[in-house]
């Protein structure tokens, strides 16, 4: 047998071998140096003591305490492996508290896939409600189209997804109804089309138009809008699921968007968009809480979740 393969058959031995028990016997007998202080701390016999004593100095090979009538010193070997034994019982005392506020929904993490087209505000009003209760909880957000992110869930890469609803996977998916999102036509202030009277449906079809890529429920509004008024589809330049993104280009390309209506209104009010009069009549568009079904999830995700619910605005009938 090589020494590698010797080394690593008495490491496994040694995990397998020493116990708690152990480890507090030898930070007892650290602090006291006296196996009958030691025995009266843990409640076990002075002969008790003994023993584990002489385990742990058989798992290892050597000596590690000078015995003597004034009681048990720990040489080197010994002042060291109980160092490493007083920081390994903090360690599992910490595990042992950390496992115990995650079970009581007090902390955990949160991997969040969500699309571009949801109110930050959603997110923002959970994470706060999850403060006031003494929740705390790290959340990791991925952005993206809702096809991709739930391939991403069904490989437990994410815990949960905000999006539209996903007929793909659909029996192995629990989707909840968060609200319903009208759209909105937008443009930039300084837009070079914008004259003194309203922009109409029928002079926006050869203006460039940036949008969600397809198969998505904004680039679907955008086509039936059209098509509904009897015009052919519109020039689109740009294609991309990135809200920022698509700001940057309406503000330095002078391209029109499509957004939901609380985006657009929210961006409205803070003077960096304008909706255009024209009415978007296409039904509004569910947005979905998505997880996978039939898991058990951690108290502090459940929160999440639940406080999700119950912030998600409300829509008007259309």
């Not at 040489?75 to 599992?92: P, T």
């Amino acid at each position: 047998m090589s020494d590698e393969n010797h080394d690593e058959r008495e490491t496994n031995l040694l995990h397998h071998r020493m116990k708690p028990q152990h480890l507090a016997t030898l930070v007892s007998i650290g602090r006291h140096r006296n196996a009958h202080r030691t025995a009266r701390e843990m409640a076990l016999s002075q002969p008790a003591i003994s023993k584990i004593i002489r385990e742990v100095e058989q798992l290892f090979g050597t000596v590690l305490f000078d015995r003597s009538r004034a009681g048990m010193i720990p040489n080197r070997v010994g002042e060291a492996l109980i160092s490493r034994a007083n920081a390994l019982l903090n360690d599992i005392d910490r595990t042992k508290d950390e496992i115990e506020a995650i079970a009581a929904g007090h902390i955990g993490s949160l991997r969040l896939g969500v699309i571009a087209f949801i109110a930050p505000n959603m997110i923002t009003r959970t994470l706060n409600r999850l403060n006031e209760e003494n929740v705390s909880l790290a959340a990791e957000i991925h952005e993206g189209t809702t096809q991709p992110l739930v391939a991403q869930l069904m490989a437990k890469e994410l815990d949960c997804v905000i999006g539209r609803y996903s007929f793909e996977n659909e029996a192995e998916l629990d989707q909840k109804l968060l609200t319903q999102q009208r759209f909105a036509a937008v443009v930039s202030h300084s837009h070079p089309a914008l004259p003194e009277k309203p922009l109409t449906l029928a002079d926006t079809i050869d203006l460039p138009w940036v949008v969600t890529p397809p198969r998505t429920s904004a680039r679907q509004a955008l086509t039936d809008m059209f098509m509904r008024a009897g015009l052919r589809a519109p020039d689109v330049r740009v294609e991309t699921a990135s809200m920022e993104v698509m700001k940057a280009v309406m503000a330095d390309c002078g391209m029109i968007g499509l957004l939901p209506l609380d985006i657009a209104t929210k961006y409205a009010a803070e003077g960096q968009l304008i909706i255009l009069d024209f009415k978007v009549d296409f039904p509004p568009a569910p947005l979905m809480l998505i997880r996978r079904r039939n898991e058990p999830r951690l108290p502090s995700v459940e929160r999440f979740c639940e406080i999700l619910m119950e912030v998600a605005p409300t829509t008007e009938p259309f």
